[in-house]
C-alpha cells in the first residue's frame, strides 16, 4: 500500500487525484494540503510529518512547487510534480537533491496520454524535420509562460538537436520580443486568452513541407488521473528525477 499526500487537493486537478487515490485499492490517501480545505493540513512539511506519507503529489502553484517538492525530498518521500513554473535548473536541483536521498520524482508538463504521446511523436519529428516552432495557449488568468508542457517540450527537443532558424534573433528588424521566448533553443510562443484551458502546438518545417502536432485539453481533470496515479505508482521504484509521462509508458 502506498500512502500518498496530494497538495492542492480541493484544487481543480488536486480534488480528482485525491478522489482517484482514495478509490484505488493499492493506494491510500494519507492527507491532502491545502489553503482552506475542511480536514487538510495547510502545509507540505506539517502533512508530511504528521501522516507519514511515501508519495507526494504536488498541484499546486508556481510559487511553491520547488518548495514543497524539496521538503518531500529532504525527508525521503517521493514526489509526483504536476504543477507548472519549475525551470531547468530548478529540475536540476531536485534531481541532485532527489539522488542524494534516494528517492526517485516524477515530474510532467502535462499527466495526459494525449500529451504524453505529442512529445513522444514531436522527439521523433525533430530527428527527421530541421526546423520548429512552439505555440502554446493556456487561459487568459494563467500567471506561468510558458506552460509547463511547452517547456517540457521544448527542453526535450533540446535532446535532439537545436532548431535551424534562417534570420538570427539579433537580426530581426521591428519587435524582437514578436519572435517570442527562446526555451531551449525553441521559440515558444505563449497566448493567454479565455475560452483555453491548456493546448500546445508544435509545428515542424522543411522546404515545402509542414508537419503540425498538437495537444488540447478539455475542460475537465479527468484526462490526468491515470497518468498521476501511473506515476505515483513507479516513483518508489525510481532514484533521481524522471521528466516526462511517457518515459513510463
Keep these: 500500500m502506498i500512502r500518498v499526500c496530494v497538495a492542492g487537493s480541493t484544487g481543480w486537478t488536486g480534488r480528482a487525484i485525491a478522489a482517484a487515490v482514495e478509490a484505488a485499492d493499492d493506494l491510500e490517501l494519507a492527507a491532502g494540503v491545502s489553503r482552506s480545505g475542511p480536514g487538510t493540513y495547510t502545509s507540505v512539511a506539517e502533512a508530511l510529518v504528521a501522516a507519514g506519507a511515501d508519495v507526494l503529489v504536488d498541484y499546486t502553484h508556481a510559487a511553491v512547487v520547488k518548495e514543497n517538492v524539496l521538503t518531500a525530498v529532504d525527508r525521503g518521500v517521493g514526489a509526483v510534480v504536476g504543477s507548472s513554473g519549475l525551470s531547468a535548473a530548478d529540475y536540476e536541483e531536485i534531481d541532485a537533491r532527489a539522488r542524494e536521498q534516494g528517492v526517485g520524482v516524477v515530474a510532467a508538463g502535462n499527466f495526459s496520454l494525449t500529451a504524453a504521446l505529442m512529445l513522444r511523436f514531436a522527439v521523433e519529428a525533430a530527428r527527421h524535420l530541421p526546423s520548429w516552432e512552439v505555440i502554446d495557449y493556456a487561459s487568459a488568468g494563467k500567471e506561468d509562460a510558458p506552460s509547463g508542457t511547452s517547456r517540457e517540450l521544448a527542453e526535450r527537443l533540446a535532446d535532439v538537436r537545436p532548431p535551424t532558424i534562417e534570420v538570427p534573433l539579433a537580426d530581426v528588424h521591428g519587435a524582437r520580443e514578436a519572435r517570442g521566448a527562446t526555451v531551449a533553443g525553441t521559440q515558444v510562443h505563449s497566448l493567454r486568452l479565455p475560452s483555453f484551458v491548456v493546448s ?16 488540447d485539453a478539455g475542460d475537465t481533470p479527468a484526462p490526468y488521473v491515470a497518468g498521476t496515479l501511473l506515476a505515483v505508482r513507479a516513483v518508489p521504484t525510481l532514484r533521481g528525477l524522471t521528466r516526462g509521462l511517457d518515459r513510463l509508458l
Design 200 to 215: 500546445t502546438e508544435v509545428v515542424f518545417a522543411a522546404a515545402g513541407q509542414r508537419l503540425s502536432l498538437r495537444h
